[in-house]
């Protein structure tokens, strides 16, 4: 097994990790801005962009490596790729409709944000996030490999913790 498959493995639950822990110390009495002040967005920033960036370009490094694969079959190839843009432009649309500075989580640290309810966010609570599920397990099955399809599960049962956590804190957060 690839040290750089662990590594990516465990950068996926830190950053994931990362980014709830900050979640929920904002929410709990704003205990972010007030340990921090006036820099505890740039200090959430820099960390969970840190962490989504190293991650990513970690799983971007371990495309450059031998896979073994869970599969040859053609016809998964395609199902593959029609989830990968299915699940892309599901997730570029969602991101359309919240804006680039909601999308990025600019605006975490203010008040009175509203929730979404147009466009995806009418039938979906969270269209950003399975758009991105979708088109990671797409690409699971269009590459056949069996270390994008544990990154994809890996994500995807992280990922299902901090969604609920963020179902949960934002409407009280805005109300």
């Known amino acids: 097994m690839s040290r750089l498959f662990i590594l990516t493995l465990i950068l996926v639950l830190l950053t994931i990790f990362g980014e709830s822990v900050t979640l929920i110390l904002q929410s709990r009495g704003r205990k972010l801005t007030k340990w921090f002040g006036s820099r505890a967005f740039t200090i959430h920033a820099v960390i969970t962009g840190s962490l989504w960036a190293i991650t990513f370009i970690a799983i971007l490094l371990l495309q450059t490596e031998d896979h073994p694969a869970f599969h040859e079959r053609t016809v998964l190839h395609y199902i593959g790729l029609m989830l990968f843009i299915g ?3 599901l997730a570029l649309w969602a991101v359309s409709v919240l804006g680039l500075k909601r999308a990025l989580c600019l605006n975490f640290f203010e008040d009175g944000v509203p929730v979404a309810t147009e466009g995806p966010y009418m039938y979906l609570s969270n269209p950003m996030d399975y758009g991105f599920w979708t088109a990671l397990l797409g690409t699971a099955l269009f590459t056949g490999s069996l270390y994008n399809l544990v ?3 890996e994500f995807i049962l992280v990922m ?3 969604v609920m956590l963020e ?9």
């Open 87 to 89: 699940g892309g432009t």
């Open 160 to 162: 299902i913790p901090h």
């Open 167 to 175: 179902n949960t804190i934002l409407p009280e957060a805005n109300s």
């Open 151 to 153: 990154i994809a599960v």
